[in-house]
C-alpha cells in the first residue's frame, strides 16, 4: 500500500530539508523537525570525533524524526562504513539516514536491519527501482536542483517514470521547488512529498556565508549554470550553481582563496572547491561554490526555517488528504459493472 512522506517519517509535514554539506548543521536540521517536517544535517567528511560532535548537537536538539545526509562517492566504502557505524551506534531511533546517491548493498542492509528509516535521492530510474527494493524513500532529484545533479531528467518526468514502476513507493520530489506552487504540482506528477534545499540556504539557521545567501535571494533562474568547475573534492559530477568568475574563467590557478573552519578545524579553501562559504569562511567567498537551484526565482527573503514549512503545510496537508479520500473511494465496491483488475485502478494522479 502506497504511504505518504509524512506517514513513512512520522511528519506532520511530508516535507524533507537536503542535508547540504556545510550549509544544514544541526541548528537548521532541528528548527525544521521541530517545525514538523524532516530535519537534516549534512555528515559530508565528518567521522570520528568530529561527526561525534555534531551528532551530540543533533540529538539533543529534538527529539522528533530528523535525518543525517552521508554522501558515499564522497567518501568511499569504508569510510562511509565508519560513518553508518557512529549514526547508528551514537543516535536513537527518531534519527534518519538520508544518503545521496546510492551505496553498496550491504551499507542499505544494514541501516534497514538496524530498523533505520532511509531515505535516498537519486538521479536515474535505475537508481530509484534500486533503492526501492531496499525499501527506501526515493528522492527523485531532477535537473532543475541545485548541487550536484545525479541524472539528467526533469524532475516531474522522473517522479512519473518512476511512479509508474513503483506504484506503492514512497516518492519524494525534488529540485526546483521554492515554492508552495510547485510542490503541488510535483505531487500531482506522483510524488508522495518533496524535498527543499535552495530554500532553506536562505534560511536563518543556515551555516550559509550572509554574501551566499543575499546572492541566492536576489538571483533568478538565470543566474545559475551547470558546470563541472567547483571539483575539488568532488570530481565527476556535474552541479548546478551560481555563476561566478570561476565558472566564466575555469582555467585561472588553483591557488588558496580562502579560509574555513569546519568542527573547530581550520582548513584552506582552493579556487574550484566543492566546499561552500558558510559563516566560518573568510577570503574571496564571490568566487566560491554557492549551490543553487533553479527555484532561486521564488526566494527573496531570508526566513525562520519554521516559517518556511509553514509556507509548504498547506498544500502538503492537503494533498494528503486528497490522497486519502481518493483512496478510500478506490476501495469501496462498484455499484454497476465489473470490478476493474487488480492493478488497474485509475491513478488519482494522472
Known sequence: MRTTLAAALGLRVGLLQSGMGGVAGPDLACAVSEAGAG?????????????????GRLVAGTDRPVGVNLIPEVVGS????????QVLDQTPPHVYLSLFGLADDAVLERITAAGRRLVVQIGTVQDGVRAARHGAIVVAQGVEAGGHLLGTPDRDDLIAELRALLPDACLVAAGGIGSPAQAARAVAAGADGVLLGTAFVVARESMAHPYFKTAVRTAGEADTVITDVYEIGWPGRRHRVLATDATRNPDQPRKFIGRTVVEGKAYVVPRYSAAVPTITT???????????????????????AADIV?????????????????????????????????????????
Request: with cysteine.
Open 282 to 304: 573568510s577570503g574571496r567567498v564571490e568566487e566560491m561554490a554557492m549551490y543553487c537551484g533553479r527555484s532561486c526565482a521564488d526566494i527573496s527573503q531570508e526566513r525562520q
Open 78 to 85: 569504508d569510510e562511509l562504513a565508519r560513518q553508518v557505524a
Open 39 to 55: 530535519g537534516c544535517a549534512g555528515g559530508y567528511k565528518l567521522v570520528d570525533g568530529a561527526l561525534s560532535a555534531m551528532l
Open 310 to 350: 509553514a509556507d509548504f503545510a498547506r498544500v502538503m496537508q492537503g494533498a494528503e488528504q486528497g490522497r486519502e479520500s481518493t483512496d478510500a473511494r478506490l476501495r469501496e465496491p462498484v455499484p454497476y459493472g465489473p470490478h476493474l483488475p487488480r492493478g488497474h485502478a485509475p491513478d488519482p494522479h494522472a
